[in-house]
């Protein structure tokens, strides 16, 4: 479809080929804004476009030559220049850095230094930091992480309001300033970088080689997790005093729960012999179960969230689930939902040993389960250390909690990854079978 586009071509072309962005055609694409922040042989301007699936937040370089190695962030021509993604070019991403450093504007775009915060120089290498999803992240000079929201939602993201919170909390990376349009809509953020950090992914799917292979071990991982779980009650717990808490209202996240298996029973027949008691699961039980507390809590947690680094875990991106609205984001959920989110991961390193193995022995299963139980356990009883939460009693919820997330797997792999299905739906029938 041709788009309805005023000074910044190939947009249209361009944005679907983007990871970040959710759908193979943009449909008809409007410039919002563009607001300049680079001039002279080198210019950038910070665009936000208008398309059938929201809005987007795209920095554009423009150059009468383009250097070899930005071919492949051309956007479009435009009288005789070339415009492309300004965060594939180190000047124009050091110029945003120096930009915050310094709290200048750019516009309506607004980029500010935290409180009390000097930004370092930006000295250095510019690069990508692992995988864009739904956001890009560029590392600078070793030291600092500049992350740009693609999509733009109205008002802050949650993100930036739980680094603001959680700038003394030792299990995050300090925030060192913000990009926000019209002094309401985030942009971007600027944290510390963690050098020399291991994944929680990498670090879980190593250990569970090694258990499967019976190969000496280059982490005592079951004693890590138990130190992962304190670093998630401990944001926890500082997330409360400084947000709140309120009683759970366990009728309105039934609902919820129902809500979302409705949806994957569309999408998931095989599950439909399974839907009488996943109703019980997440809807009677949910009502009946004992009283809870809610909070702001990470909303989106899982071994690739987590960082471990010089002998500590550290909490990364606070966004939430991405393709939510801020407000739903933001809402007050119960501390659990984080902890079900991290039982899962564990579940699905497995289950990728599983799918991606050439064969699978009795034996490798027998080590497999053994090994998710062991991390599952190690990690619960490292927050209930320092949380103080009672297993037993929130049993019921936490197992509501991680059925909701498995459901939730179930419909994401069906849209993107049909090839690994079988591992939430294993994950779902063993759930719901233990749910009595």
């Known amino acids: 479809m041709t788009a309805a586009i005023t000074g910044l071509p190939g947009l249209d072309d361009w944005l679907p080929r983007q ?31 208008g398309t059938a699936h ?10 009468a030559d383009l250097p070899p190695g930005l071919a492949d962030a051309v956007i479009g021509v435009a009288a005789g220049e070339v415009h492309y993604d300004a965060l594939a070019d180190p000047e ?29 120089e930006p000295a250095g290498d510019v690069r990508p930091m692992g ?11 070793g030291h ?12 802050e993201n949650p993100d930036l309001t739980l680094h603001r919170v959680l700038r003394d909390s030792l299990y995050v990376p300090r925030l060192l300033g913000s990009i926000t349009l019209d002094g309401t809509d985030t942009l971007g953020l600027v944290e510390s970088f963690v050098d020399g950090g291991v994944e929680g992914w990498e670090a879980a799917r190593a250990d569970m080689g090694h258990a499967l292979t019976g190969t000496p071990r280059e982490l005592d991982l079951v004693g890590e997790l138990g130190r992962l779980g304190v670093a998630v009650a401990a944001v926890h717990a500082d997330l409360g005093r400084s947000l709140g808490t309120a009683p759970a209202d366990h009728e ?28 019980v699961a997440l809807g009677d039980r949910v009502r009946a179960a004992a009283p809870g507390e809610v909070q702001r809590v990470h909303g989106d947690l899982h071994l ?19 393709s939510a609205p801020p407000a739903e984001r933001a809402r007050p959920d119960s501390p659990l939902r984080d902890v079900a989110g991290m039982l899962r991961s564990l579940d699905y390193v497995a289950g990728h040993h599983r799918l991606t193995a050439t064969y699978w022995s009795v034996e490798d299963e027998r080590r497999s389960r053994h090994w998710v139980h062991d991390t599952q356990r190690a990690f619960l009883a490292g927050y209930a250390s320092e949380s103080g939460l009672d297993l037993r009693a929130a049993s019921t919820v ?13 419909r994401y792999e069906a849209a993107n990854r049909p090839g690994w299905l079988p591992v939430p739906l294993r994950a779902v029938r063993e759930l719901v079978g233990g749910s009595s």
Do not use: C, M
């Open 19 to 49: 990871r970040w962005f959710p759908a193979e055609d943009a449909g008809e694409v409007i410039v919002e804004r563009v607001e300049p922040f680079a001039d002279g042989p080198v210019r950038g301007v910070i665009a936000v476009v």
């Open 54 to 63: 929201g809005r987007f937040h795209v920095p554009v370089g423009i150059r």
């Open 92 to 120: 124009l991403v050091t110029r945003l850095y120096e930009l915050v450093a310094r709290s200048g504007t750019a516009g309506a775009v607004a980029f500010r230094a935290e409180p009390g915060v000097d930004l370092p």
């Open 131 to 141: 995988v864009e999803q739904s956001n890009t992240s560029l590392v600078i000079g």
């Open 144 to 155: 600092s992480v500049l992350k740009a929201f693609r999509r733009v939602w109205p008002g």
């Open 252 to 279: 309105a996240l039934a609902d919820r729960f129902l809500t979302r298996l409705a949806e994957t029973l569309e999408v998931a027949p095989t599950l439909r012999p399974y839907g009488a008691a996943l109703r």
């Open 304 to 322: 690739g969230q987590v960082l471990r680094s010089n002998g500590r875990w550290l909490l990364l991106d606070f966004e939430g689930e991405p």
């Open 398 to 410: 936490l197992r509501a909690y991680q059925l909701d997330k498995a459901l939730y797997e179930v």
